[in-house]
């Protein structure tokens, strides 16, 4: 008995393919398109139902998709492990590098992150911390901590839920990220851009800016528009999605970094 205990929290396969607050990864993103054709199709009068309305009830729970191909546990994890497969043949290949190795490992963990099964949303940390030792060893692993850090602590910042954390979460995302971008800009003095913010290009400084008015939305004009009763999960949602699309973009880009460039 004890050990089916320990087995089923290694491996939750009953409680769902997404946590009840859903972490900024893959099937985040394939929940919410998942969702938007379902209230299309509703809308056309397509009778495609509404399947998806407990992915966001709050609860723990498995449910399927209603128009894409609903995700298995083996299909989760033959992805996790299939994708990882072209960094293991490439760490084998450039031989015995401590860095490389870390990088791999931050590979690794966004990886698993992304496809695996039933991630909660503070499992972002494990990428978060070995990447912060790259940080200073080059400027791409630097623009890549930026990035990642900054979206994978907002995306936490829902289970800091109670309104008078409010004036705190907003100074500690700004003092962090202030002296964090200030601190690698000085490092890399010639990656810094007048028009973007530090070792970040236009489209990646406006996506970054851009969790200022989710920040004012949830936290004001979902309030003022008093649909915190009728769609009282509405933020955590748009939360989880665009956070997601920061998530991916850095995965995709450190790999092809770890793929082409390291030695």
């Known amino acids: 008995m004890f050990m089916l205990q320990v087995f089923s929290r290694m491996f939750p396969f009953k409680r769902g393919l997404s946590h009840a607050y859903w972490a900024p990864n893959m099937w985040a993103l394939y929940n919410f398109i998942d969702k938007v054709a379902v209230?299309?199709?509703?809308v056309m009068d397509l009778n495609v139902g509404n399947a998806t309305a407990s992915m966001t009830a709050g609860?723990?729970?498995e449910y399927?998709?209603?128009v894409l191909p609903s995700i298995t546990p083996i299909i989760s994890m033959g992805l996790t492990g299939s994708i990882m497969i072209p960094g293991m043949i490439k760490l084998w290949v450039c031989?015995?590098?401590p860095l490389n190795f870390i990088r791999f490992l931050v590979i690794c963990a966004l990886t698993s992150f992304l496809f695996g099964w039933h991630v909660h949303e503070k499992a972002i940390l494990m990428a978060i911390i070995p990447l912060s030792i790259l940080a200073i060893m080059d400027a791409e692993d630097g623009k890549i901590f930026l990035i990642?850090?900054?979206t994978g602590f907002y995306s936490l910042f829902p289970l800091l839920y109670p309104s008078n954390l409010l004036l705190l979460k907003a100074l500690l995302i700004?003092?962090?990220?202030?002296?964090?971008?200030?601190?690698?800009?000085?490092l890399y003095p010639l990656r810094k851009c007048?028009?973007?913010?530090p070792l970040l290009n236009?489209?990646?400084s406006i996506y970054i800016i851009g969790l200022i008015p989710l920040f004012i939305y949830e936290n004001v004009i979902h309030v003022y528009l008093q649909l915190n009763e009728r769609l009282p999960f509405l933020p955590l949602l748009m939360i989880s999605t665009y956070c997601s699309i920061g998530v991916i973009y850095t995965w995709c880009r450190y790999y092809i970094y770890f793929i082409l460039k390291c030695k």
């Open 194 to 197: 007048e028009r973007t913010l």
């Open 148 to 150: 990642l850090t900054t």
């Open 95 to 97: 031989g015995r590098s």
């Open 64 to 66: 399927s998709h209603a």
């Open 202 to 204: 236009l489209y990646e």
């Open 59 to 61: 609860l723990v729970q």
């Open 39 to 42: 209230t299309i199709g509703n």
């Open 174 to 186: 700004i003092t962090y990220c202030g002296y964090t971008f200030y601190s690698l800009c000085k």
